[in-house]
């Protein structure tokens, strides 16, 4: 009887990772270059600094990110859109260049920020509070422009509805 219900439940097993092949492939290189969009970030100085970043939009996109890219440019990056505010959860398993990692509100402020994260870490980087978008750029730069909690990202995802 044992015998009888592990060989049923090995063959369900198989039959699930066949109809699933994309899921049970490992990732081995970098994605293609996503769709790029102008963003803007204001500081609370009146600082103006302009990134082109790949949209991370979809699952797909946004489970594979920026891994396995050696650099990230100083005024490029990724924009991964939620669609509602959530918490986020990131990692940098095969991710081989150290990032900083913006998360934005619904309204577009800078509600946390983790810097130079630790290339091909399992640890988990938890924005702590929800968020609509989070944004990766190259290590460093949120010093370099001093960039901080409460700075403004312009894009139109970000868009706050007029008062009533």
Known sequence: MFRRMLVAR???AAICLSALPGLARAQTGPQPPLRKERI???TLRGKRHSFMVEMA???AEQSIGLMFRPRVAADAGMLFDWGKPRISQMWMRNTIASLDMIFIGEDGTIKAIVERTIPQSLAVIDSKVPVRATLE???G????LDIRVGDKVQHMMFVVAPPR
């Open 40 to 42: 803007e970030i204001v």
């Open 137 to 139: 750029v190259a290590a």
């Open 141 to 144: 730069t949120c010093e370099r």
């Open 57 to 59: 939009i979809d699952p």
């Open 10 to 12: 090995l063959g369900l």
